[in-house]
């Protein structure tokens, strides 16, 4: 089974940017719908974007709206999230999720493979 394996994640300041890329592990991504979901210390973990591989479709979550873009490279079989002018409530976790299902969904448990997650920290 593919794993997916997360990398970018670091320690920034308010304001800044970062980029965080998913690649997988045994096989290339072909017509998963991906996303990217976060845990921050103490809460559940949360949906934060997610996109068709295909056709490119995407959806946010209502806070990262305009600031952060879920992309995809298909020669690189690489995600991407771009988070710009990050905020300290970004601090997390970062996970990466591949589902089966088809359709863009925000639901954790729709997700049957994840990565080991990269850490976003930012500082106010």
């Known amino acids: 089974q593919v794993q997916l394996v997360e990398s970018g994640g670091g320690l920034v300041q308010a304001g800044d940017s970062l980029r965080l890329s998913c690649v997988p592990s045994?096989?290339?991504?072909?017509?998963?719908?991906m996303a990217w979901f976060r845990q921050a210390p103490g809460k559940e973990r949360e949906f934060v974007a997610t996109i068709k591989w295909n056709s490119g479709s995407t959806y946010y979550e209502d806070s990262v709206k305009g600031r952060f873009t879920i992309s995809r490279n298909h020669a690189k079989n690489t995600l991407y999230l771009q988070m710009n002018a990050v905020k300290p409530e970004d601090t997390a976790k970062y996970y990466c999720?591949?589902?089966?299902?088809?359709?863009?969904?925000?639901?954790?448990?729709?997700?049957?493979?994840w990565g080991q997650g990269t850490q976003v920290t930012v500082s106010s």
């Open positions: 999720a591949a589902s089966q299902m088809g359709l863009l969904t925000t639901v954790e448990s729709n997700y049957d493979v």
């Open positions: 045994g096989r290339a991504f072909h017509d998963e719908i």
